[in-house]
């Protein structure tokens, strides 16, 4: 799926509104994603302050009823959309954030809408009350969380069998693997749709980082380097990524292909956030959807990672 966390701005900081992929940049990955058969785009409110979903509203304006017809649109809501404002999951807040977001995209349902973040200050039957009030509503087709880890995703599936999550989408990556430990089993064990984000680590697994090197400018370390910025003085993360080199290499690919390779064959990944700065950036995911790995190559540099 399409990652437009970029469009406008660089995620939900509102430091960076603004910045980020310009609206033509916007449309060119849209349009490589779209022609690529990539179906399903994936944004946020707070995205660039609101500026993801305008641009993928205006993109959608220019196309025909098929592509409005074909595509699925995955928002969040959490953020504040610039300094100052609200945040959070108060029900209140979920649906007017809601209507705002279709306003924006140009459309009167989205088909998975996700909380960005847990709220600590809403119950979690609150936040589920309303997502499904909004199902019922029309407005909605399922819904999810984002950013949750394994006690928030076991509490929430206990706290209202019959209204609970239909999705999960966390960070995960070969540098990454905190979601093998308890939301991929709960994800599997439920029956829910698990979509990974920063799947190639902000660029780490792209190999355009080098010990020692100054980060390349305009790259996610030259950015919001804090995420990432643990791996930088850990020799065994440079040892792996060494290897991921050498396999990559071996093989004929290149280590991203690799990288997403890896995450697709997971049978408890239903498809990984792609966001692309360019539309050649898109090869990569594309590469790994026509060569997936075998379970033994996803040993191997399961191992080469191993923490």
Known sequence: MLGCGNFGGVGSSPAFFGRGESREDAFAIMDAAWEA???????????????SEAWIGDWLRTKGAGVRDELVLSTKTFNPMDEGEDHGLAPQRVRRQLDSSLERLGVDHVQLYLTHEPDPDVPITETLGVLDELVRAGKVGAFGASNVDGPQLRDALAASPGTRYDWVQNSYSLLDRNAEQDVLPLCAEAGLGFTPFSPLAGGWLTGKYARGAKAPAGSRMTQRPEPYAH??????VWRALDGLAAVASERGTSQAALAIAWLLADARVTAAVAGPRRPEHLEPALVALEHPATA?????LARLFAR
């Open 37 to 51: 058969g990539i179906t399903t785009f994936d944004t946020a409110d707070a995205y660039g302050g609101g500026r």
């Open 231 to 236: 791996l930088l003085d850990d020799d065994a």
């Open 296 to 300: 033994a190559e996803r040993d191997e």
